[in-house]
């Protein structure tokens, strides 16, 4: 029995390490799309340039927007992986060599998030459910695809898997080592996303059910979570000792960052109460959430607690944020290591009961049928969104247009691409209208007289950019939609590339859609572009 046991723990423990290599490769894919360029506004702005100041000896950036973890953890990274002693002039030089450094960063750990999922289902549900778990964080779209880029995402959800492993162990077994380990992972996760916060109340819920449950006694219960409160701001500060130094201006950032949150985003459409469980369905996959919602209903009649500890921070999470206006997908990313683990417990459930089922000769397919029922459409879309980000990029291709051109000359373009881009145009011999940040304050400031003020200052190329028009129409900016229209009555089209299929119709705007290309209508990534050559000018 013991040969057996022994036997299928190392087949499972075989099975993890494949899906974990399957999801490095699955990251590691088009990890250079768009580059030298880093479409991303945000990882063009938050994170990176940060890193290369810290890099280089300016550790306070003054920024609080979002907290410094992945700063810090990128800066040490370019202090041992990048030439010479400039970081910051090394990203005006030769930024793809930064953004891949950065990337692959992210990608490990990214990858390690998979491992530790994995190893946490096993312990929760045994090793079938592990294996099942790491494959639906792993191989599901918005895992995958926010690992691309050098944001603070995905490795957020590194700290909060180990946090939620030492959660489970925390209730099943107790120990202030335990509640140390589980606070001071989620203050990490904190210290590198805030959205991860509301993780603490897990850690709390952990020594509160040992105590209702009479597992100890509440004194020693109230003693592990001061240790595991201490060991939460440590971490916490560890990461952004800032904080405390400039405590104003972190609370006037951290303000304003919860003020945005609370308003709706220019040309947002539909209720975050809705949409955020819709993005589910595509982010992580209609099946692997059915699959949870049946691992959810197994726990709760095998152990009530472990139930909880599960499901309390995917729906704490998802109340905190759908109570804002603004809201996106990736917002709830937070919450898919839990959700994996419990898909993974009713994934390995299904495949058990199958197994019974089915004939005899039949019964080692059991688990291959649930895996193509339960992981083909995450997998399609994960192949599908990285052979996309092969492809050139729309903006590039606009790019590489207007370099070719002999004559030059004066030329708007809208602020929806990065500083890198705006000099290589300035390399081409454009001269740029003085376009700034942010974008949205741009759409707002549209009028059609504005055309007048191109013509008459011989402005007479214009590069619109498919993000940026569709959202101050679907916002229904009167200014920007009478813009527009203008423009294209009163401008020949001089050069045009979309990253839509021929026979696609053109997706409405969307904050998640327009940018992740989830859709199968992209063929490419990128926005509409269009290059204008206004008449009589």
């Known amino acids: 029995m013991d040969v057996v ?48 100041r810290a890099a280089d000896g300016d550790w306070y950036s003054g920024y609080f927007e979002n907290p410094s973890g992945l700063t810090y953890l ?43 999922v ?48 030492a959660c489970l162990h925390l209730h099943e077994r107790g120990g202030t080592a335990t509640a140390a380990l589980a606070g001071a992972a989620v203050g990490v996760a904190a210290g590198t996303k805030y959205l991860a916060a509301p993780m603490v109340v897990v850690v709390g819920l952990a020594l509160l059910l040992r105590v209702v449950e009479r597992r100890q006694r509440l004194l020693p219960a109230l003693r592990d979570l001061t240790v595991a409160a201490a060991a939460c701001l440590g971490g916490l500060l560890l990461l952004n000792p800032f904080v405390v130094l400039e405590a104003g201006k972190f609370w006037d950032d951290l303000s304003g960052q919860s003020a945005q949150a609370a308003t709706v985003k220019l040309g947002q ?48 999470l998802y109340l905190v944020m759908a109570s804002q206006d603004r809201w996106f997908a990736r917002w709830l990313l937070p919450a898919y290591p839990a959700l994996a683990v419990i898909a993974g417990h009713g994934a390995a459930r299904t495949a058990y009961a199958l197994r019974r089922r089915l004939p005899p000769v039949l019964r080692p397919l059991a688990v291959a049928m649930v895996a193509a029922v339960a992981l083909a459409q995450p997998v399609v879309d994960v192949v599908r969104s990285d052979v996309l980000l092969l492809r050139t990029d729309t903006r590039a291709e606009a790019l590489a247009w207007l370099a070719s051109r002999q004559a030059a000359g004066r030329i708007v373009v809208e602020p929806a691409v990065p500083g890198s881009y705006r000099r290589d145009l300035r390399e081409a011999g454009f001269e740029l209208f003085p376009v700034s940040r942010p974008f949205q ?8 007289e504005v055309i007048d003020t191109y013509r ?61 290309y989830y859709p199968p209508a992209h063929h490419r990534p990128g926005p509409v572009v269009e290059v204008h050559r206004l008449d009589d000018c």
Do not use: K
């Open 5 to 52: 046991v022994t036997s299928t723990a190392r087949r499972h423990a075989w099975w993890l390490a494949a899906v974990v290599v399957l999801a490095l490769a699955a990251r590691l894919v088009a990890l250079r799309h768009g580059l030298p360029h880093a479409y991303s506004a945000d990882e063009e702005l938050h994170f990176v340039p940060q890193a290369a």
């Open 74 to 116: 990128l800066a040490v990274v370019f202090r041992l992986v990048l030439p010479g002693d400039d970081a910051t002039r090394l990203l005006v030089d030769d930024p793809a060599l930064v953004y891949t450094v950065a990337r692959l960063t992210v990608v490990a750990l990214a990858t390690a998030t998979v491992a530790v």
């Open 118 to 165: 994995g190893i946490t289902g096993r312990r929760a549900f045994g090793p079938a459910a592990g294996v099942w778990a790491a494959a639906f964080v792993g191989l599901t779209f918005l895992p995958v695809f926010y690992a691309h880029h050098a944001l603070n995402d995905a490795p957020t959800l590194l700290p909060l898997a180990v946090g939620l492993a």
């Open 269 to 316: 459409a539909g209720s975050a109460w809705a949409g955020y469980p819709v993005t589910l369905l595509w982010g992580l996959g209609l099946v692997p959430v059915l699959l949870a919602l049946f691992g959810l209903v197994l726990a709760w009649r095998r152990d009530r607690g472990r139930a909880l500890l599960l499901v309390a921070f995917p729906v704490l």
């Open 441 to 448: 304050a741009y759409e707002l400031g549209l009028r059609p």
């Open 456 to 516: 008459a200052e011989g402005w007479c190329w214009v590069m619109v950019n498919g993000h940026q028009r569709d959202r101050g129409v679907a916002a229904g900016l009167p200014g920007a939609t009478a813009y527009y229209r203008r423009l294209a009555e009163e401008g020949a089209v001089a050069f045009r590339v979309s990253p839509f299929g021929a026979a696609a119709p053109a997706p409405a705007f969307s904050y998640d859609f327009s940018f992740n």
